[in-house]
């Protein structure tokens, strides 16, 4: 059985971190891209980092260069998001998703592998 699941998530201040990890099981993870994608209430999904099976890092979101940083280890099959500076607007359901082939999506239909998401608010 596929699963990814996340967690990490939690109520924290303005300007503070959290790290998201993203566990994955019943797939062969080292050769995936893996992404997080996120979706803040009554807003569409917003594609926020992808980062090849290699480790190199493809892709972040505008709103979040030079705060979040995407890596992995895959002998432990996980992904994680180190998310700094949070502020108000990154309060969002975050998703891990999974694809053999690189893609930049933020479309759950474009993933192989979706997990249950964790909740992150940043609120005072």
């Known amino acids: 059985e596929v699963q990814l699941v996340e967690s990490g998530g939690g109520l924290v201040q303005p300007g503070g971190s959290l790290r998201l990890s993203c566990a994955a099981s019943?797939?062969?993870?080292?050769?995936?891209?893996m992404s997080w994608v996120r979706q803040a209430p009554g807003k569409g999904p917003e594609l926020v980092a992808t980062?090849?099976?290699?480790?190199?890092?493809?892709y972040y979101a505008d709103s979040v260069k030079g705060r979040f940083t995407i890596s992995r280890d895959n002998a432990k099959n996980t992904v994680y998001l180190r998310m700094n500076s949070l502020k108000p607007g990154d309060t969002a359901v975050y998703y891990c998703?999974?694809?053999?082939?690189?893609?930049?999506?933020?479309?759950?239909?474009?993933?192989?592998?979706w997990g249950q998401g964790t909740q992150v608010t940043v609120s005072s």
């Open positions: 980062i090849r099976s290699t480790g190199a890092v493809t």
């Open positions: 998703a999974a694809r053999a082939a690189l893609l930049y999506s933020r479309s759950r239909d474009d993933y192989d592998y």
């Open positions: 019943g797939f062969t993870f080292g050769s995936y891209a």
